[in-house]
Each structure stands twice: as structure tokens, then as C-alpha cells.
């Protein structure tokens, strides 16, 4: 079918004030009692195994890989699409497979109505206790899907500011350093950069990059520092160094010692591997100065946007990170950007085969886009 644009807002207006509508033809017709389902009124979720090629190998303080598994789904309704993005890097549990079981227990059928949001997610986060990146999958998708029924991009429905946007930083992962040299001449766009600490080459990493660059730097330690004496001297030396905060200094089993530390350190500590949803925002609270959101852990943009609100009412920073993966799920990250302190969003500008075009980043800044629902410019 295709539509009136007019019409489809209309309807888009009428379901989210709450009125049940199953197809946008039947607005002037039917009472909410009435409303007939068709065959277009069902949601249908399908997806899609891909696999992104990095462009770089990827050395963190635990693993190095050149590819990452994502699963593309999508959501159609009434002849709209949404679209949907789990990434899954190998640290975190989830592969194709368990992606593909998860995605088909799902069942959006049984839900008349795309703007039930909150009923919908529930019983997706009801299917199984983990699988967040396949959850996050489905949230993405059905948002996508509501803010082209609505018209409208998700940083607009939330309400928030889009000249507000950060700039994002851009990853330089452990290497020799040649090749970090030759990294950061690459990330000349970029005004942040993110180094990625841990390792026994800490201080020469940050060494090779202030021979090159004087821009300023925020570190990844993910869980590398063990001792907090140590973390404390560390984290004064990067503050001599232009660097702006450090995320995960120690493990995250270390609560104790991280609040140690944050309680002493120069630098604004950010959770990372310790947040994950809800509960663990409130956790943090006290052990860290912020939490890093990444839509992969937290299950989706319903509940990150939830964590965003929540860190802020507890008086903590913010910061929005990303799986490497692609526009799709970054272009939805993005939309929550105007309300955060730091945004580590160049998860697709790492790889090679991304299939998608959205939210971009334009001088070193992430630039919002007005198209309706995540962002998404080219499917
Ligand atoms: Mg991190």
C-alpha cells in the first residue's frame, strides 16, 4: 500500500495520544471498538546474520579480533520498516546462534498496537534473562518503526536539543607504536580521542600520541589496573597528560577500590564493563562519577534513555558508548547524545562493510539528522 504522508500522521497522532488504530486507512471510520485487522496490522519481526570486517585489528586490555557478528532484523507494519541492529563482540556471550533462537521466540503479533511499547519490551525482556544485544535488536527496530509512523526523529519525541550534540571520540586501540602513529594522523578529523589502556605499555601509549597530537584524550583502562594506589598515580599522570577522564580503571568486581579511587582521583571515573541495566546504575552510584551506556548492555533505547535520566537525577555524568557496529545502531545511540557529557559513537566508522548510512559525524562531531525514527538516511 502506500501512503498519504498527512494521513499517516494524523493516525500516528491519534495512537500515541493512546487510541488503538490498526491501519491508517481506517482513521475517519471505525470507532477504537470497531477497528477491523487486516493483514497489514500485524507487526513481523525477520532478521538477518551478517558480519562486520574491521578495518583494524582491535586490541583492547583482553582480546584482539577483525571481525564482529551482528544480526540485522526488522519490524514491518503496515507497510513501514523499521530497522534493528544486535551487535555481539565475543566478550559479551552472544553469537549469531543464540541470536537467531532468541529472535525467533519473539512473537510481535499478538501486540495490535506498535506504540504499546512498554508492554512489548517487557515481554521481549521476559523471553529470556540475557541476550541483550538481540532485545536491544527488537527495541531498535520498534523504535525505528514509531518515529516514522509519528514523522519525527527519537531526539525530537524525547525532547531533547540536537545542537546539544558532543563530539564523539575516536578510538585508538593498543599497538606498537608506528601504528598508533599512524592511527591517530587518521583520526585527524576527530577533536577527542579514546586510548585504550591496561596493558604494561600505558604511559608509552599515551607518550607516542602527545608526540603527534595535543588534543585532548579520554583512556579506556577496561578492568587493567589492578591496584589502586597504583590506578591513583596513574590518573594523576594522564591528568599532566590533557587526558579529560578514564573509564573501567579497575574490575568491576572492584567496587570498593573503584570508589576509592574516585573519591581521590582528578579525573571523573565512568563504569563501563560494571553497568549494565537499571540496577546496576544504582550500584555504581557512589563508585564512579558516571556510567557508559551502550545500547548492547542495557537492552535498547527504552531502557538507555531510562539510565540517561536516572544517572542524571542521581547527580552522576553520562556517557554514550557502541559496540563496533553499524549505523544502524549507532544512528539510535545517537539519538540520546544531546544529553550526555562524552559520546564514544564511532563504532561504524571502524569497520569496512557497513551497510547502512545514518547519523554522521561531521567535524568530530555527531550530527543529528531529521529523518523519522533512529536516524537511518540510506537502508
Ligand atoms: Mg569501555
Not at 512498554?118 to 523504535?143: C, F, G, P, Q, R
Not at 537492552?299 to 559496540?323: D, F, H, P, Q
Amino acid at each position: 500500500m502506500t501512503y498519504k504522508r498527512r494521513d499517516f500522521m494524523k493516525t500516528a497522532g491519534l495512537a500515541a495520544a493512546g487510541v488503538s488504530i490498526a491501519g491508517s486507512q481506517r482513521l475517519n471510520a471505525f470507532s477504537n471498538k470497531n477497528i477491523i485487522k487486516g493483514n497489514n496490522s500485524k507487526m513481523e519481526l525477520t532478521f538477518k546474520p551478517y558480519t562486520l570486517q574491521l578495518k583494524h585489528v582491535f586490541t583492547i586490555a583482553t582480546s584482539s579480533r577483525t571481525t564482529t557478528p551482528v544480526m540485522l532484523t526488522r519490524i514491518q507494519y503496515d507497510g513501514i520498516t523499521g530497522y534493528g541492529e544486535a551487535s555481539m563482540p565475543p566478550y559479551l556471550g552472544e553469537t549469531h546462534e543464540t541470536a537467531a533462537a532468541f529472535l525467533s521466540k519473539v512473537d510481535l503479533s499478538q501486540f495490535a498496537d506498535p506504540f504499546d511499547i512498554e508492554n512489548i519490551l517487557e515481554y521481549v525482556d521476559s523471553l529470556a534473562e540475557k541476550n541483550a544485544a538481540a532485545k536491544a535488536s527488537v527495541d531498535i527496530a520498534l523504535h525505528d518503526l514509531i518515529g516514522k509512523m509519528i514523522g519525527q526523529p527519537w531526539y525530537k519525541i524525547w525532547g531533547y536539543d540536537k545542537n546539544k550534540t558532543p563530539n564523539t571520540s575516536f578510538t585508538i586501540g593498543i599497538d606498537k607504536p608506528d601504528v598508533v602513529r599512524q592511527k591517530v594522523k587518521e583520526a585527524d578529523e576527530f577533536k577527542v580521542l579514546k586510548v585504550k589502556l591496561g596493558r604494561d605499555t600505558d604511559k608509552e601509549m599515551i607518550e607516542t600520541i602527545r608526540l603527534v597530537t595535543n588534543k585532548p584524550l579520554v583512556v579506556d583502562v577496561n578492568q587493567g589496573w589492578t591496584d589502586k594506589e597504583f590506578a591513583l598515580d596513574m590518573v594523576y599522570w594522564l591528568k599532566e597528560k590533557g587526558i579529560l577522564m578514564v573509564e573501567q580503571p579497575m574490575p568491576k568486581e572492584m567496587r570498593d577500590e573503584n570508589a576509592w579511587l574516585t573519591e581521590r582521583s582528578p579525573l571523573p571515573t565512568f563504569a563501563d564493563e560494571a553497568i549494565q541495566r537499571i540496577p546496576e546504575v544504582v550500584a555504581a552510584y557512589g563508585a564512579y562519577s558516571g556510567i557508559n551506556i551502550k545500547l548492547m548492555k542495557c537492552t535498547g533505547m527504552r531502557e538507555a534513555n531510562k539510565m540517561l535520566n536516572l544517572a542524571r537525577s542521581l547527580g552522576m555524568k553520562v556517557m554514550i558508548g557502541c559496540m563496533t557496529e553499524t549505523s544502524c545502531a549507532i544512528s539510535a545511540a545517537a539519538q540520546l547524545s544531546p544529553m550526555v557529557e562524552f559520546a564514544d559513537l564511532d563504532g561504524n566508522l571502524l569497520i569496512g562493510n557497513d551497510p547502512y548510512e545514518g547519523v554522521r559525524v561531521i567535524e568530530g562531531r555527531i550530527t543529528l539528522n531529521d529523518t523519522p525514527g533512529i536516524g537511518l538516511t540510506k537502508v
